[in-house]
């Protein structure tokens, strides 16, 4: 069991060459890897993880299934070469550019955001691979850079990139699959959503939920599902940039408390 948990921890398509391995025998005609993972963004784009399938990939690009094979060992191997992929479509900011961090985080929490929107099929991933892809790598390392430049000590730097980035996870999926159920059944968000609202009234136990949900919205403002969300997301992160600046002086303030004033007698050393 062991040895069984042990390799699923480490499997990955980036390890051992594997991202680059080509199998013996003559090359597939008409086809490439970026072919094949371009072609596998585009259906789980349109279709949705569940019903991706290595015959179906086969079929849209008019190979057969062995063609695949050929350039990559499994499903997941290229399911993990698709999300890299996509992960490279973000616009990353340059930590060294000087800008604020406070400008910069928004911008990283918009993209993943986008991202997690357009490919709804992502959420479902992030966390069952490694994510040691170049574009996955290139933006962990923006994201850690842009919140040291925060201020907060080292030992703050997970939690703080939990709060956003988890945050903007949760949010985005949740957005995403609002977006593919609507499309799913052939309405836009905005229709989807009034459905959703009919039918919740048609329930006599989300009757009071409901009248204070609206009353809530209403307060809110925003004539469309997307204009509550935008303004729901903008200033949820910001609460959350407001709570890094507060723990930030809270920090500095504790630093300062534990330092020894100015003129004031230092310990000798070997003393107690």
């Known amino acids: 069991m062991a040895k069984t948990a042990d390799k ?33 963004v585009r259906l789980l784009d349109a279709e949705g993880l569940p019903k991706f399938s290595m015959r179906r990939l086969a079929g849209e690009l008019n190979v057969t299934a062995m063609s695949v094979y050929w350039y990559v060992d499994t499903k997941d191997d290229l399911l993990e070469l698709a999300l890299d992929k996509v992960m490279g479509g973000m616009r990353l ?12 985080v928004r911008a990283l929490a918009r993209e993943y955001r986008t991202l997690l929107v357009r490919h709804p099929w992502v959420s479902a991933l992030v966390g069952v691979f490694l994510n040691i892809g170049p574009n996955s790598l290139a933006f962990s ?4 850079r ?21 945050f903007v996870y949760g ?8 977006a593919s159920r609507a499309t799913a059944g052939g309405m836009s968000v905005d229709e989807y959503f009034q459905q959703a609202l009919d039918a919740m009234t048609a329930a006599p136990q989300a009757a009071d939920v409901l009248q204070e949900s609206r009353e809530i919205m209403a307060a809110r403002g925003g004539d469309t599902v997307a204009e509550m969300l935008e303004r729901d997301f903008d200033f949820a992160l910001e609460l959350l940039i407001a709570g890094i600046e507060a723990m930030v002086a809270r920090e500095a303030e504790a630093a300062g408390e534990n330092r020894p004033a100015a003129g004031e007698n230092r310990p000798a050393a070997g003393e107690n």
């Open 171 to 178: 949010y985005g999926t949740l957005e995403g699959h609002l």
């Open 141 to 144: 390392r923006v994201v850690q």
């Open 8 to 40: 699923a921890a480490r499997s990955s398509v980036w390890l051992e060459g594997k991202a680059h391995r080509r199998r013996g025998g003559g090359q597939p005609s008409g086809l490439d890897r970026d072919r094949i993972i371009e072609a596998t």
């Open 146 to 166: 842009v919140v040291r430049r925060t201020g907060l000590p080292a030992k703050r730097m997970t939690s703080t990139i939990s709060a956003v980035f988890q």
């Open 93 to 104: 900011p340059d930590p060294d550019a000087g800008e604020d961090w406070r400008d910069q």
